[in-house]
């Protein structure tokens, strides 16, 4: 702000203290936000600056500003040969994650709404805590209970499949079920949190509809139809949008721990996230090409974001996100 | 009308058995892992795991309890690093939201901006993990499993959206009585926000308790340890324990390995399992408040 030259009347002097005041509640205001400004500063852009070790040859002895500029070899790197590494991690990483996805809206709707069915308050909230639980569980941990149940030797199915009578299944060595297992992992995380968001939500519509809707002699189906879904529809697409975008980066900590990170499976479990971590802690000059993946997947991703926000104002406008 | 109420009632009923069942498969995980901690050798030996062990032992736990020093250890640095950072994220978060809830704050849309473009932008693990070592000197230290993530888009447009819908009228009467912008946050604004900030609270807590990323990027072996560093590393061997010289190898003879780590994993997830219920309904809150944000 510039500064004042005095001021001699008095109307001029009480609005010249009134500004003094607010410059210093300005001033108060700024410095409450100082502390997360410098966090901000320090961890999330301080390393926006390495995005240029995308198109350098990253030596540690150099530095990120010290190493030689390289062209595209990061990113041409990624689509050398056959391809068929390429090929393979897309498709696991889009395609798992897109059918993940997918599956689990639908879940979660339906659960939301069957929730909105029940009147029984104790049992509404002890099915709420319960199917949200797993949420709160470590990927960590999960992994010991998936292994508990699928080891080889002695796990729980193995275990009762022997009992039955049944071959054992080696369960780390074929890929095929994978795509399964994970998928019930996914939903066993996530659809404790997505139920509530739409019970909750189904929670603020005005009941009069309900009962308008009774009156007229609606079933419980029709009601669902054009009540209940119409109503959470914007906060489904809104869900949905802002989780498409990041098909291309993958919950990591599933991928990796749940699976073992076991080599035998990466044909079905291998997604871009798990292979640059693990291309990274081999070292070598990995630096440079899992940033240029890093920026291939956030430009993939925020196009998909916006092609699919777009297609969202044709289904509903209120659900768009921006 | 009778007949309708009765079919209603069976609706409800098949509902009512889905979510039971559901509740079950929810929970089977939890038992697993409590079961296997409990099997004894010869069983796993010779039938394998169940998830009724015929004769259940608390060896595994016993060992763990003989040897507890590293687990202890893990388990207060642990809660020391989520105290910390459940705290630091609720100061940083709600001061941040107060700054940005003011509409008459003229830098307001810039400061928002520095926040909300880190939803859409980053360098990069790689970067990421060069700027923290490198630049800033934070292998093996703690704080970098506290600082980064304690100022976050979400967290700020959560509690920034309860700051607002309270009564704007509470902040002009108060500057009337000549009340500073500190006083009006600290006094008013923080006290009147506890929903929210239980919220972000809680999962904070969370985040930081489940926090597998950072211990294992930025701790060497023998560093200090979180409980779920702890967990991943013993997942590959029980080495950990081992190399506690009071070890007693006999008994670890009598326990399978898996039993162990089950046990250590079990003592890591149950706590969260039963304090979680009691804090539940921030979370609903905090997440319906985010579901009409979003």
Not at chain 1, 92 to 117: A, C, R
Not at chain 1, 161 to 167: P, S
Not at chain 1, 216 to 236: C, E, F, K, T, Y
Request: charged content about 15%; some cysteine; glycine content about 8%.
């Amino acid at each position: 702000m510039k500064t004042k030259t005095p001021v001699t009347t008095p109307a001029k002097k009480g609005g010249s203290s009134i500004r003094k005041i607010q410059r210093k509640d300005n001033w108060q205001l700024f410095s409450l936000a100082i502390p997360g400004l410098i966090v901000l500063i320090l961890f999330s852009y301080l390393p926006m600056f390495g995005v240029v070790l995308a198109f350098k040859d990253y030596r540690a002895i150099d530095g990120i500003f010290g190493s030689a500029w390289c062209g595209f070899k990061n990113f041409t790197f990624f689509f050398k040969g056959d391809g068929a590494m390429l090929k393979r991690l897309l498709t696991n990483t889009v395609g798992l994650n897109v059918l993940y996805l997918v599956v689990n809206t639908v879940v979660t709707i339906i659960m939301g709404m069957l929730l909105f069915e029940l009147k029984n308050r104790l049992a509404i909230r002890v099915y709420q805590t319960i199917v949200f639980l797993p949420f709160i569980v470590s990927w960590v941990a999960a992994a010991y209970a998936v292994t508990a149940n699928l080891t080889y030797q002695n796990g729980i199915i193995n275990s009762a499949l022997a009992k039955m009578g049944l071959e054992k299944i080696n369960w780390y060595m074929e890929p095929e079920r994978w795509t399964w297992i994970l998928m019930i992992a996914y939903l066993w995380k996530r659809v404790g949190h997505g139920t509530i968001v739409y019970y909750g939500n189904l929670m603020s519509v005005d009941t009069s509809l309900f009962e308008a809707a009774k009156l007229d002699g609606a079933n419980r189906v029709q009601v669902m139809l054009n009540i209940s879904w119409p109503h959470i529809r914007p906060v489904v697409i809104s869900f949905f949008i802002l989780s498409i975008g990041g098909v291309f980066n993958s919950d990591f900590g599933m991928f990796y721990y749940l699976t073992n990170d076991s080599t035998a499976l990466y044909a079905r479990t291998d997604v871009i996230d798990t292979y640059v971590i693990r291309a990274l802690r081999t070292g070598g000059n990995n630096v440079g090409m899992s940033t240029a993946i890093g920026l291939m997947q956030s430009a993939a991703g925020f196009i998909v974001l916006m092609v699919v926000n777009k297609l969202a104002e044709l289904v509903d406008e209120k659900g768009t996100v921006f | 009308m009778k007949l309708f109420g009765k079919k209603i009632d069976f609706v409800n009923l098949l509902i009512h058995i889905f979510f039971i069942a559901l509740c079950l498969v929810m929970i089977y995980p939890f038992i697993s892992m409590l079961s296997v901690s409990l099997v004894s050798v010869e069983e796993s030996q010779a039938i394998g795991y169940s998830i009724w062990p015929k004769k259940p032992t608390l060896i595994a736990y016993q060992l763990v309890l003989e040897n507890f020093e590293p687990v202890a250890k893990a388990l207060l640095t642990s809660f020391a690093v989520c105290i910390s950072t459940t705290l630091l994220t609720v100061m940083l978060n709600a001061m941040y939201a107060y700054t940005v809830s003011r509409p008459t704050f003229p830098a307001r849309r810039i400061i928002n901006f520095i926040l909300l473009f880190t939803m859409f932008f980053g360098g990069g693990a790689a970067a990421s993990y060069i700027v923290n070592v490198n630049w800033l000197h934070m292998k093996n230290n703690l704080l970098i499993l506290i600082v980064p993530g304690s100022v976050g888009a979400m967290s700020v447009i959560i509690i920034r959206s309860f700051f607002q819908g309270l009564p704007y009228g509470l902040v002009e009467s108060a500057k009337l009585d000549g009340a500073s912008e500190y006083q009006i946050f600290f006094k008013i604004m923080l006290p009147l926000s506890t929903p929210a900030l239980g919220t972000i609270a809680i999962s904070a807590f969370i985040g930081a308790w489940n926090a597998y990323y950072a211990p294992m990027m930025y701790f060497d072996y023998g560093k200090a340890t979180t409980l779920s560093l702890f967990l991943q590393r013993l997942m590959n061997s029980i080495e950990m324990l081992r190399s506690n010289p009071g070890f007693n190898d006999a008994l670890l003879d009598q326990i399978p390995g898996t039993g162990l780590t089950m046990a250590v994993a079990c003592i890591t997830v149950l706590p969260m399992v039963f304090v979680f219920p009691w804090f539940q309904k921030y979370f609903v809150k905090g997440m319906a408040i985010g579901a009409v944000k979003a």
